[in-house]
């Protein structure tokens, strides 16, 4: 609008000013590991004196080289369009990509107490009245937002309360 431009003087502006842009993402999700875990460390305290979390956390191969695979895709995908300039997303290293963004897991749900948090109701099992909604009762992760997948574990658990006798 400040421009006074309408139209094909108008468009060839915006390319001008804006240039050419592309980005192409790579999403992948992350194989199960019981060696990534979050258990309470023994030596370090938090502000009140309780043990603070200890995070152990690894990339596995398939995580690895589904990472490497899409770079390589990707590359290809920009040399077909002759594309002249890549600007990486400032990741110099697998290592260093950014392979999580919800936080899932620790209240893991299943139907045996020795290996889980909350059974498929999301009731806890060692307190008849605790339920645990959100994501933290996910036992694995996709490469996609969790929201739907929450919206309706939280429905389930609150059918089921709806139906008890308190």
């Excluded at 309408?6 to 999700?29: N, V, Y």
């Excluded at 938090?46 to 895709?73: C, N, Q």
């Excluded at 300039?85 to 950014?98: F, L, P, Q, V």
């Excluded at 994501?135 to 089921?160: C, D, M």
């Amino acid at each position: 609008r400040r421009s006074g431009l309408w139209g094909k003087a108008l468009a060839e502006e915006i390319r001008q000013s804006f240039g050419h842009h592309l980005r192409i993402s790579l999403e992948t999700e992350q194989l199960p590991d019981e060696r990534n875990t979050i258990t309470l460390d023994p030596h370090i305290k938090d502000h009140f004196g309780d043990a603070a979390p200890r995070i152990t956390y690894s990339l596995g191969e398939y995580e690895r080289d589904t990472a490497v695979k899409g770079i390589a895709m990707g590359e290809r995908i920009f040399d077909a369009m002759g594309v002249e300039e890549i600007t990486r997303g400032g990741r110099d290293s697998i290592e260093r990509m950014n392979f999580g963004k919800h936080h899932m897991g620790t209240c893991r749900m299943g139907i045996d107490p020795a290996t889980s948090v909350v059974n498929p109701d999301l009731r806890a099992h060692e307190v008849e009245n605790l339920f645990v909604v959100g994501s933290s009762v996910f036992v694995t992760g996709g490469s996609v937002q969790p929201s739907l997948t929450i919206a309706a574990l939280a429905i389930r658990a609150a059918e089921f309360i709806a139906q008890q006798e308190y």
